[in-house]
């Protein structure tokens, strides 16, 4: 069977992928870090309004909506360049962090994340039994007890 292909297609569907639709907005940029003992996740919403703001966890998935409203359309508009309606983005995070202890905060158009490292993936002291006869037991810290078994 021929099949015609059309060579623009795929270049519209990328294109409204990374700009999105008047349906379906460009996903919202994020930055993520590590500071100490959790996880910073910052998204970039300006103009939105923080009651239109949601953000849910199933599981180890973060989900954060938000919504700018569709123009007035008794609005005369000179320009509008602005991308309207709902914003969507997932987050896939590992077991290592306390997703029952996320934090969230809005402010100047910023929607910020705190997530904490859950004590069972942070840096911790191991003892290790020397065998000698000695009652002192020397720690070894785990980080670098990996430097030394993968040196």
Same mark, same amino acid.
């Given at each position: #069977?021929? #099949?015609r292909?059309?060579?623009?297609?795929?270049?519209?569907? *990328?294109? +409204?992928?990374? =700009?999105?639709?008047? @349906? %379906?907005?460009?996903?919202?940029?994020?930055?993520?870090w590590? !500071?100490?003992?959790?996880?910073? &996740?910052? *998204?970039?919403?300006? /103009?939105? +309004?923080?009651?239109?703001?949601? =953000?849910?966890? !199933?599981?180890?998935?973060?989900?954060? %909506?938000?919504?700018?409203?569709?123009?007035?359309?008794?609005?005369? #508009?000179?320009? @509008?360049?602005?991308?309207?309606? &709902? *914003?969507?983005? +997932?987050?896939?995070?590992?077991?290592? =962090? !306390?997703?029952?202890?996320?934090?969230?905060?809005? %402010?100047? /158009?910023?929607?910020r994340?705190?997530?904490?490292?859950?004590?069972?993936?942070?840096? %911790?002291?191991?003892?290790?039994?020397?065998?000698?006869?000695?009652n /002192?037991?020397?720690? =070894?810290?785990?980080?670098?007890?990996?430097?030394?078994?993968?040196?």
């Amino acid at each position: #069977m021929l #099949m015609r292909t059309d060579p623009f297609r795929e270049l519209d569907r *990328f294109a +409204q992928q990374v =700009l999105g639709t008047a @349906a %379906r907005p460009a996903v919202m940029p994020m930055d993520a870090w590590r !500071e100490d003992d959790e996880f910073i &996740v910052e *998204f970039d919403l300006p /103009g939105i +309004q923080d009651d239109s703001l949601d =953000l849910d966890i !199933e599981r180890n998935v973060v989900t954060v %909506r938000a919504e700018r409203p569709t123009v007035d359309p008794n609005r005369d #508009m000179l320009a @509008a360049e602005r991308p309207r309606g &709902v *914003f969507s983005r +997932q987050l896939v995070l590992g077991d290592n =962090l !306390e997703t029952d202890k996320i934090e969230a905060s809005y %402010r100047e /158009g910023v929607l910020r994340l705190r997530i904490p490292v859950a004590e069972r993936a942070k840096p %911790r002291k191991i003892t290790i039994d020397r065998g000698d006869g000695h009652n /002192g037991h020397k720690a =070894l810290d785990e980080k670098a007890a990996h430097e030394v078994i993968n040196a």
